[in-house]
């Protein structure tokens, strides 16, 4: 990687710097959509609750997942958000000031044992909201591919190979 950095430039990340329950739930709505689909639908969560920003968790936990569904979550994303936001209400979910005092490794288990938050969601959330350089989320599959056109490879490497393979990097 260190030669590709130095050739293309180290990444500029601004993170987002949000609430973890609402960048956790942008992403849960983002979970295998164009980022088109999943704005709309995350425009259509959001005008669920008023135009006061973002939804509490509480809020949240007061729709039912028929009015979730209704702003076009599937059934298991409707599910997904509403235990998110319980996890959030019973304090679960860190905080943006506990997650400064979290390790990677301490936030993705945590994040990782709440049904709807994988892995990629978890590390979606170190890269882009919390600005942590150094995860690399190598079941993405645009990662994947990445390496693949970096490295000028024929085979799309897997991730075991993305991660652990000297030759790829």
Same mark, same amino acid.
């Given at each position: 990687m260190a030669r590709l950095i130095d050739r293309l430039g180290a990444p500029k990340l601004r993170p987002r710097r949000l609430p973890p329950f609402q960048s956790l739930t942008h992403a849960v709505i983002h *979970? *295998?959509?164009?980022? *088109?689909?999943?704005? /709309?639908?995350?425009? !259509?969560?959001r005008a669920l609750f008023g135009d006061d920003g973002f939804p509490t968790p509480a809020a949240v936990l007061g729709a039912s997942p028929e009015r979730l569904r209704s702003?076009?979550?599937s059934r298991p994303k409707a599910?997904? @958000?509403?235990?998110?936001? !319980?996890?959030? @209400? %019973?304090g679960y979910v860190p905080t943006l000031d506990e997650? %400064? !005092?979290? /390790? %990677?490794? =301490?936030?993705?288990?945590?994040? /990782?044992?709440?049904k709807g938050v994988g892995r990629w969601t978890a590390e979606m959330l170190l890269i882009f909201n919390l600005g942590r350089p150094n995860v690399l989320p190598v079941h993405d599959l645009g990662v994947r591919k990445g390496f693949q056109f970096a490295y000028d490879r024929r085979k799309?490497? %897997?991730?075991?190979?993305?991660?652990? =393979?000297?030759?790829?990097?």
């Open positions: *979970q *295998q959509l164009s980022g *088109q689909a999943a704005g /709309t639908i995350l425009g !259509r969560f702003a076009g979550l599910s997904y @958000v509403l235990g998110l936001a !319980r996890k959030a @209400v %019973d997650c %400064d !005092r979290m /390790t %990677d490794a =301490e936030i993705m288990e945590r994040l /990782t044992g709440i799309l490497p %897997d991730a075991r190979e993305a991660w652990h =393979e000297r030759k790829w990097w």
